[in-house]
Nanobody
Framework: QLQLAESGGGSVQAGGSLRLSCVGT????????MGWFRQVPGKEREGVAG???????NYAEFVKGRFTISTDNAKNIHYLQMDSLKPEDTAMYYC???????????????????????WGKGTLVTISS
């Protein structure tokens, strides 16, 4: 059973940086696309970035040029480097693996197919002005 665990969240001032990590255990990255989503209370979960095991990426417009998603296939880890952070980036950040090609490299819409899409429990990012 694949399990995901995020780390790296915290509190920083606007303009600062954080790097989130997501470790997958119980499966390898091949055959999945990985993604990062975020959610604030009262709002829907929104896509931030996606990547596949070949390194193809996809970003939401509001993070382009500031965030970078990457993957270390050998370690089953994918990262979200967040630079030039803004107070509106404050949210709970979730990592996800989605079985199959395309996936989050095509569309940053949350997937919740039983036994095919997996989510971590989230890591909180707080940006102060």
């Amino acid at each position: 059973q694949l399990q995901l665990a995020e780390s790296g969240g915290g509190s920083v001032q606007a303009g600062g940086s954080l790097r989130l990590s997501c470790v997958g255990t119980g499966a390898t990255v091949g055959g999945y696309t990985m993604g990062w989503f975020r959610q604030v209370p009262g709002k829907e979960r929104e896509g931030v970035a996606g990547i596949d095991s070949d390194g193809h990426t996809n970003y939401a417009e509001f993070v382009k040029g500031r965030f970078t998603i990457s993957t270390d296939n050998a370690k089953n880890i994918h990262y979200l480097q967040m630079d030039s952070l803004k107070p509106e980036d404050t949210a709970m950040y979730y990592c996800t693996w989605s079985e199959g090609t395309g996936g989050y490299c095509s569309s940053l819409v949350p997937r919740r197919r039983l036994g095919r899409d997996y989510w971590g429990k989230g890591t909180l990012v707080t940006i102060s002005s």
